[in-house]
């Protein structure tokens, strides 16, 4: 019997290799970003959590106002604020158990200070004195990343070598909405998803990446929504609740850490500053835009909170204020030092063992630096034997020369 | 890493492919270390496309040697969290061409995050490259792109030419505790010779060059798939009464500038051969470095011998394209033999002469 003689039977059966889809709907982020400040659901929240996300908040606040501060002196050689979203970066931090890894791109180095690191060895990178000014191994912190979203497969890889190792660690990768179009990112999230991997993806989802507009960079219902596709949850939050966000988050970690895999959570927040100290916001943005979101501050929402339960008051307020200031105080001191710069470290590190090119190269460089030295030294004593005499005309070349070789 | 024997019992020697040797290296590096981890596209049920992680899933466990997903960037970015964690991955790039969207990664991370973190970090990652052509491979299937991993500080570049460097090498790079580009010459992966996997002969570790040929007139110097060309060469020249030397780079990076330097200032001669494009290829590097150190010995223009500057011809016209034994020769006809002045200043004394 010939195919054609079976009416119908020819194009009932699916294709040989097909399998039931999964079910997509368990993986659907909500319609509307996942809200706690404000709610009825607050009232189950830990009081202790809420004050300390507040005074997080705070201090948050304080340190993003100092390094744009320091920046504007001249101190740090540029600075990408996170001012409006420090919820995200402060739920992000204290979510994490501490033997976690967080993942953090430029942008979050607030993510870091609240996790406790030392704000001067976070700050190293955009200082410009090194890299990365903090050991990743005894903090658990991954060196901020500038590539956009290649830090992602990162956390991928080390969450994977955790769990081959049968050790209890969960990843947190944070990434904003621009980075969503990097290649890096679908190819993390489908790793993840395929391996079970115990990461949590964090998108901050700003608005901007630098000029361009979310509308610009995606055509997906909502970031949250890539997740679907790779077969893993995807959350929606309002990313300027820290008690949601802390919620949200948890859950994630919480999932990842029984074997669960990893989940997507898109944090809906907002890049109350520019992209950096060296760009005009007037240029892609409407003032309106920037004031409906300071309305909607991190803070003020904890504080409605705090206060509505009881749980703040005026002295709470100026408390957490005056700790703020604290954190702001010594970083200002410690900025205020010129750092220590190590000229031989450019060659450090570059390999285990030192090739003999490189050997040759640092060599020249100490030569430079010791003729340099010398030089200054020269025109130090130049300058000490003619001060005070007014008339050798020989004294502004050397106390010129000098000036040149110091700088 | 256990210490081989510097030769086998002749007994024990037996004809073995490269590719076999390479299998032995990570075999033998996964049985001695469990941080050591394969992963790559097709590299666990397959056993590669080139067959070279053969057995390995079966014997170590997927975790141990784990089939990706198809995605070069993720695969390297993974290996760098591995390795972040402790871990020592040896990554399998399925062909030269398709190792490119992996190269943010290496350039940007796997290459300086030790340097990033001062030392913090250090990366243990060995990325496996087959590459070269020859095999009648269609387009992206048969590039040199070994030029641009040599740009990038940071990263070692490691080629063997023969089996058992192969083995030798690959067990270094595993062990190291940089980054190695570990380029694999694939027209030679089924070249036989006689070789013992248990007990495989001692080769000198990375950053050394070896005098594959010893020779008085001339120094080919190339690495990989090109350095059987030039043993042909100088067997081929010996009819013009040519004696040539022929130097094995085997390492890019780390460069044995004196090895290099010791063969021309001996012969007075240089030939650089390689299948990369000519112009910014390693050729260029090298002729600067022997130009530099070896100009007052030189008794002709160092002289390239590489593929064109073209994109990688179609299987049907590459052997237009790749350097072979007469374009070796032509190239060494064009050394100026008619030159003797460092000969003739041999008997007044040679050292830094030619003023």
């Given at each position: 019997m010939t195919v054609l003689e079976q009416p119908g039977a020819y194009h009932l059966s699916?294709?040989?290799?097909?399998r039931p889809q999964l079910d997509p709907a368990p993986l659907l982020p909500d319609a509307e970003p996942h809200r706690m400040l404000g709610t009825d659901a607050a009232a189950g929240l830990d009081p202790a959590l809420l004050t300390r996300l507040y005074?997080?908040?705070?201090?948050?606040?304080?340190?993003n106002e100092q390094a744009t501060?320091?920046?504007?002196?001249?101190?740090?050689?540029?600075?990408?604020?996170?001012?409006?979203?420090?919820?995200?970066?402060?739920?992000?931090?204290?979510?994490?158990?501490?033997?976690?890894w967080l993942f953090p791109s430029y942008r979050d180095t607030l993510a870091a200070v609240a996790r406790g690191l030392d704000p001067v060895e976070v700050l190293s990178l955009l200082r410009g004195d090194w890299h990365s000014g903090y050991d990743p191994r005894a903090t658990r912190v991954a060196p901020l990343c500038t590539p956009l979203a290649t830090q992602l497969p990162h956390a991928v890889g080390l969450a994977h070598a955790a769990r081959l190792k049968g050790d209890d660690v969960v990843a947190l990768a944070l990434v904003g909405d621009g980075g969503t179009s990097e290649g890096d990112f679908h190819e993390a999230?489908?790793?993840?998803?395929?391996?079970?991997?115990?990461?949590?993806?964090?998108?901050?989802?700003?608005?901007?990446?630098?000029?361009?507009?979310?509308?610009k960079q995606s055509a997906a219902p909502s970031l949250a929504h890539k997740a679907v596709g790779y077969g893993m949850p995807g959350r929606l939050v309002d990313?300027?609740?820290?008690?949601?966000?802390?919620?949200?988050?948890?859950?994630?970690?919480?999932?990842a850490r029984r074997g669960g895999g990893p989940t997507l959570v898109e944090a809906v927040t907002y890049r109350v500053e520019a992209h950096t100290n060296a760009d005009d916001a007037t240029r892609y943005r409407t003032d309106d835009e920037v004031q409906a979101w300071r309305a909607h501050d991190p803070i003020a929402l904890m504080e409605r909170e705090l206060r509505s339960r009881g749980l703040l008051d005026d002295a709470g307020v100026r408390e957490a204020a005056a700790g703020a200031e604290e954190l702001a105080a010594g970083l200002r001191a410690r900025m205020n030092q010129d750092p220590e710069l190590r000229p031989d470290d450019l060659f450090a590190q570059v390999y285990a063992e030192e090739t003999v090119q490189l050997a040759e190269q640092r060599t020249r460089l100490a030569e430079e630096l010791a003729e340099e030295l010398a030089a200054d030294e020269a025109a130090r004593q130049d300058g000490a034997q003619h001060d005070g005499d007014q008339h050798d005309g020989a004294r502004t070349e050397g106390a010129h020369g000098a000036e040149g070789a110091t700088r | 890493m256990s210490a081989p024997a510097t030769r086998a019992p002749a007994a024990a020697r037996k004809p073995a492919t490269m590719a076999q040797a390479l299998n032995r290296a990570m075999r033998d590096a996964m049985a001695a270390d469990p941080t050591v981890h394969v992963l790559g596209e097709d590299v666990g049920t397959l056993g590669g496309v080139f067959r070279v992680t053969d057995g390995l899933a079966k014997e170590f466990g997927e975790d141990r040697c784990t089939d990706t997903p198809l995605a070069e960037a993720g695969i390297l970015g993974a290996a760098v969290g591995m390795a972040m964690y402790g871990l020592r991955p040896v990554v399998e790039m399925q062909f030269d061409a398709f190792a490119y969207p992996s190269f943010e990664q290496l350039v940007s991370h796997v290459s300086r995050m030790r340097n990033r973190t001062h030392g913090a970090l250090p990366m243990p990652i060995t990325v496996r490259v087959p590459y070269g052509g020859g095999i009648g491979g269609v387009e992206h299937h048969s590039d040199s792109s070994e030029a641009y991993y040599m740009a990038t500080p940071g990263l070692h570049v490691v080629t063997p030419a023969t089996v058992a460097d192969a083995y030798g090498l690959l067990r270094a790079a595993i062990a190291s505790d940089d980054p190695v580009v570990f380029m694999e010459p694939k027209r030679l992966y089924w070249g036989k010779a006689d070789w013992s996997p248990d007990s495989p002969e001692q080769v000198p570790g990375i950053g050394r060059a070896v005098v594959r040929r010893p020779g008085r007139s001339a120094t080919l110097i190339t690495y990989g798939p090109s350095?059987?060309?030039?043993?042909?060469?100088?067997?081929?020249?010996?009819?013009?009464?040519w004696e040539l030397e022929v130097v094995d780079l085997r390492s890019l990076v780390p460069f044995d500038e004196e090895t290099v330097v010791s063969s021309v200032r001996r012969t007075g001669r240089a030939v650089i051969v390689h299948e990369s494009p000519g112009f910014g290829g390693p050729g260029g590097e090298v002729a600067a470095r022997v130009s530099e150190r070896c100009f007052h010995y030189l008794e002709a223009p160092v002289l390239?011998?590489?593929g064109f500057d073209i994109?990688?011809?179609?299987?049907?016209?590459?052997?237009?394209?790749?350097?072979g034994v007469e374009r070796v020769l032509d190239a060494v006809a064009r050394l100026q033999w008619e030159s003797d002045w460092t000969a003739a200043a041999d008997g007044g004394g040679t050292e830094g002469g030619g003023n």
């Open positions: 699916p294709p040989p290799g097909w005074r997080e908040l705070v201090r948050g606040r304080r340190y501060a320091l920046t504007k002196q001249g101190r740090l050689a540029v600075y990408p604020s996170s001012t409006g979203q420090e919820a995200a970066q402060v739920a992000a931090a204290l979510v994490l158990e501490e033997r976690d999230l489908n790793f993840a998803a395929v391996w079970r991997i115990p990461v949590v993806f964090l998108v901050q989802n700003n608005g901007f990446a630098i000029s361009v507009p979310l509308a990313g300027n609740d820290a008690a949601a966000v802390h919620q949200v988050l948890q859950e994630a970690v919480r999932r | 350095v059987p060309v030039c043993l042909a060469a100088a067997e081929a020249a010996r009819e013009e009464g390239r011998v590489a994109p990688y011809p179609p299987p049907m016209l590459e052997r237009h394209h790749l350097p």
